[in-house]
């Protein structure tokens, strides 16, 4: 259920307006979205807040009821990686703020993520605006002005707070409790296309996770390869959008067999997504599974080829990564350019637990 949150702030930016009142804008303004930059500090919890207080300033009170939801509303886990077209989001669109307000945006999500994770942000909505070419997209509404930043609760140092940014191929869901980020669970990084070119800046999205998978099954002897198979390969992730709580069957090969090599580069494997979210909680979160790794499991399947099929899932007490190589495009120009999905979740710590 929606709330009318009213924040009580020293400055009103000049331009608050409306957020149906907004002007829309092209995609050529849009993509390459502004460079990560910290006008808060480094990025975490205390500079996140600071930048969504800026961030809400630019709206009237009836416009931020409209993406300001309670802390547990039934919209936080109303997610979906699909097209636009295909499935409506809840929040408020990048199409509909003003110019200011998406700067202070990008603002808000360089203060709440790490560079790393800044520039997966970057690479997918430019992988949208590619895909706004296809004589598709207009039906499937393929463009980068058509993802949505909510929150829920009030943002503030001393009461449980979060935001969800996504659309097509992305859903970040970040939590923040006593002025730390506590989870990124669950969150969707996809792409399509992988590699490409746009507007003479070249780009390649998550190719990095598939060879970080690929690296670990490479380390592994012929016995270890034989139980880590995953068997086939799914149509998609198992625990995606509408699967909050489920816990797949175990597969794969236990880190607690593997040698000092294989289990280190499951460590950088799992680190690709881990590292997405700021310091503050990504350090604190590869010790836990470092901690946890000898209960940890790894399965592949697939060779390192781009747009082949592959499909990984390291899967532990408090992990589940899936990552999946679909092996074929959607948009017709992205042929042969790389469809990926992935998932991270904490099944422990889900939407802030």
Request: no cysteine.
């Amino acid at each position: 259920m929606k709330r009318t949150v009213i924040l009580v702030l020293a400055l009103v930016l000049a331009d608050s307006v409306a957020a149906h009142k907004a002007p829309t804008h092209k995609h050529a303004q849009l993509v390459p979205i502004p460079a990560y930059r910290q006008p808060y500090g480094e990025a975490g919890a205390q500079a996140s807040l600071q930048a969504a207080k800026a961030f809400l300033a630019t709206f009237d009170e009836a416009a931020r009821d409209q993406f300001m939801f309670t802390l547990n509303a039934a919209e936080r886990a109303g997610w979906s990686n699909l097209p636009a077209g295909i499935v409506d989001r809840t929040g408020i669109a990048v199409a509909e703020l003003s110019d200011v307000q998406r700067g202070l945006l990008f603002d808000f999500l360089a203060s709440s993520l790490s560079e790393e994770g800044y520039r997966k942000v970057m690479d997918i909505m430019a992988a949208e605006a590619f895909l706004s070419n296809d004589r598709r997209a207009r039906r499937l509404k393929w463009d980068p002005q058509n993802y949505w930043i909510s929150f829920y609760g009030i943002p503030s140092t001393d009461t449980p707070w979060g935001w969800q940014y996504g659309g097509h191929h992305l859903v970040l869901n970040i939590s923040v409790e006593n002025n730390r980020v506590e989870t990124m669970s669950p969150s969707f990084v996809g792409t399509e296309p992988a590699v490409f070119s746009l507007n003479g800046v070249d780009y390649v999205s998550m190719v990095d996770m598939h060879r970080a998978g690929y690296a670990v099954y490479s380390a592994l002897d012929a016995e270890q390869r034989a139980v880590t198979d995953a068997e086939r390969v799914p149509r998609d992730v198992q625990t995606g959008p509408g699967k909050d709580g489920a816990i797949p069957s175990v597969i794969g090969i236990s880190a607690s067999k593997l040698r000092n090599e294989p289990k280190a580069l499951m460590l950088s494997a799992i680190r690709k997504w881990v590292a997405i979210q700021p310091s503050e909680n990504a350090v604190p979160r590869m010790a836990q599974i470092e901690s946890e790794l000898d209960q940890t499991h790894f399965a592949w399947i697939g060779d390192s080829t781009l747009n082949t099929p592959a499909y990984m899932r390291i899967q532990g007490p408090t992990l589940i990564i899936e990552l999946l190589s679909t092996g074929g495009n959607v948009g017709e120009n992205a042929s042969g350019k790389g469809h990926y999905h992935s998932i991270y979740r904490n099944p422990a710590m889900e939407y802030g637990g």
